[in-house]
T-cell receptor, first 111, second 118 residues
Framework: RKEVEQDPGPFNVPEGATVAFNCTYS??????FFWYRQDCRKEPKLLMSVYSSGNEDGRFTAQLNRASQYISLLIRDSKLSDSATYLC????????????FGAGTRLAVHP | DTAVSQTPKYLVTQMGNDKSIKCEQNLGHDTMYWYKQDSKKFLKIMFS???????INETVPNRFSPKSPDKAHLNLHINSLELGDSAVYFCASSQEFGVFSTANYGYTFGSGTRLTVV
């Protein structure tokens, strides 16, 4: 079983739509969780951290369910510029700072 | 000013050659990493250095040898290149080290080196 699993997509949505991505992780001792965004042929960039209480940043909302080992990202009012691959990331809890990446979910927003 | 810079951006080389990729960060971070992103877009950690000391060494063939002359630089040397080494190699850096909880931090990635072995 992969350490971090995501639906690869693609999710094709019209502008203005709401879209949600899910991610599951296998290591119950994982401690920190993130969503990264990667544009085509570019480096990954931190989108937001995911906190147990859930957190919001503008149109983006992240949720964490530790019991189910599940993370989600909700994007409201999608823009063309949101088209990218969204990477679910968890930390390795073995004492060192190591991020484990999911393979990513591709989002394509069309006019 | 580029925070994490890698050179070269593109590298095309023949099987069996030896090549190096360089990485430098000007963020004052203590920890640097090499990640490999294969054709399936899966990003996997290879190595991590903290203050010039190797702290993470994943299951990587020993043809790959990282070197950190100082905490701002982490280079990757690859011997006897194989077709399967073709990938994008990302360097990254972070300030935090060790177990952490919910700090809102992140890695800063370089723009990647696209290696093609022919």
């Amino acid at each position: 079983r992969k350490e971090v699993e995501q639906d690869p997509g693609p999710f094709n949505v019209p502008e203005g739509a709401t879209v949600a991505f899910n991610c599951t992780y296998s290591n119950s001792a994982s401690q920190s969780f993130f969503w990264y965004r990667q544009d085509c042929r570019k480096e990954p960039k931190l989108l937001m951290s995911v906190y147990s209480s859930g957190n919001e940043d503008g149109r983006f909302t992240a949720q964490l369910n530790r019991a189910s080992q599940y993370i989600s990202l909700l994007i409201r009012d999608s823009k063309l510029s949101d088209s990218a691959t969204y990477l679910c990331v968890v930390t390795f809890s073995g004492g060192y700072n190591k991020l484990i990446f999911g393979a990513g979910t591709r989002l394509a927003v069309h006019p | 000013d580029t925070a994490v810079s890698q050179t070269p951006k593109y590298l095309v080389t023949q099987m069996g050659n030896d090549k190096s990729i360089k990485c430098e960060q000007n963020l004052g971070h203590d920890t640097m990493y090499w990640y490999k992103q294969d054709s399936k877009k899966f990003l996997k950690i290879m190595f991590s250095y903290n203050n010039k000391e190797l702290i993470i060494n994943e299951t990587v063939p020993n043809r790959f040898s990282p070197k950190s002359p100082d905490k701002a630089h982490l280079n990757l040397h690859i011997n006897s290149l194989e077709l399967g080494d073709s990938a994008v190699y990302f360097c990254a850096s972070s300030q935090e080290f060790g177990v952490f909880s919910t700090a809102n931090y992140g890695y800063t990635f370089g723009s990647g080196t696209r290696l093609t072995v022919v």
